[in-house]
């Protein structure tokens, strides 16, 4: 049986421009830059069978540390002022863990899935769910004060549709929040290659601030805050590189940052200068939609 030629992308997912050049160190992840507008993503198109495959990989846990449900609580506190309709929705919200503390703080919480085994999940913990991806028609216009979007945009190769849907169901002035790895993270520039972000086919599309920022400023939103934080001494041990002052456990860090004055002030250092430099491993950003 002759092998099926694999589907591929021939214009940028950003900008539409037929100008890409395949970048051959990122072979095995099939990594393609826009030479319009600097877009790098995934030029093959995965099968249904290879998402399939791929996210039957997912480990689904019920256990949400202390660390990230206060992490969650701050977050939604900053939100509030975002809090109109009292709607939100967590678009790709696996085990559920972020609509937990929103229901806790009265929030009436919605969420979209894949995997039904987290599709479940997030039932269980009362939120209204659609499994699949979002489908804006699903909602009335405008429907949402708050898109929270937690590392999935580098998931899909659909992206422009993707904030379009977010435009649809969030009302006017409300806000998306949205995470993503950063394509110009210091990790990346240390590891190359070997930076485990990088896997085909469960991450298809890299974002710098540059990009993300082009992407929903052109369908219709504004920047409000942008910041890139983060190393992680785990992600860099199992990429191969080496931190070996930090170790690389990053929830034992992340303990020793909540509890030890020094390493507070040591992390606070180590993320404003990442944010400085826009080099932290995760884009952090909000986004209004223009009233």
Request: hydrophobic content about 40%.
């Amino acid at each position: 049986m002759q092998a099926t030629t694999p589907l591929r992308f021939n214009t940028c997912l950003l900008c539409n421009s037929p100008m890409l050049t395949d970048m051959p160190i990122y072979a095995k992840d099939k990594l393609t830059r826009c030479r319009n507008c600097g877009f790098v993503f995934a030029r093959q198109i995965p099968t249904q069978q290879e998402l399939i495959t791929e996210y039957a990989k997912y480990a689904r846990t019920r256990t949400l540390s202390v660390i990230t449900a206060n992490r969650y609580k701050q977050l939604l506190n900053l939100f509030e002022p975002y809090r109109k309709l009292n709607r939100l929705i967590d678009v790709g919200a696996g085990e559920g863990h972020f609509i937990e503390i929103a229901a806790q703080m009265q929030w009436i919480t919605y969420a979209t899935e894949f995997d039904p085994r987290a599709v479940e999940l997030c039932r269980q913990k009362g939120a209204i769910v659609q499994e699949g991806k979002l489908n804006a028609d699903n909602y009335p216009a405008g429907f949402f004060d708050l898109i929270f979007s937690s590392e999935v945009m580098e998931h899909i190769n659909n992206p422009i549709e993707e904030v379009q849907n977010f435009y649809q169901i969030l009302r006017p002035g409300g806000l998306v929040y949205v995470t993503t790895p950063n394509f110009n993270a210091l990790s990346h520039l240390l590891l190359k290659n070997r930076w485990n972000v990088f896997n085909y086919p469960e991450h298809l599309c890299y974002y710098t601030p540059k990009t993300l920022t082009r992407l929903f400023t052109n369908c219709g939103f504004k920047l409000v805050k942008l910041q890139t934080t983060g190393i992680s001494p785990t992600r860099l041990a199992a990429s191969g590189g080496k931190l070996p002052v930090l170790g690389s456990n990053d929830e034992a860090l992340r303990q020793a940052t909540e509890t030890k004055p020094l390493w507070q002030f040591a992390k606070f250092t180590a993320n404003a200068l990442l944010n400085l430099t826009r080099k932290g491993d995760t884009i952090k950003a909000w986004f209004e939609k223009e009233r």
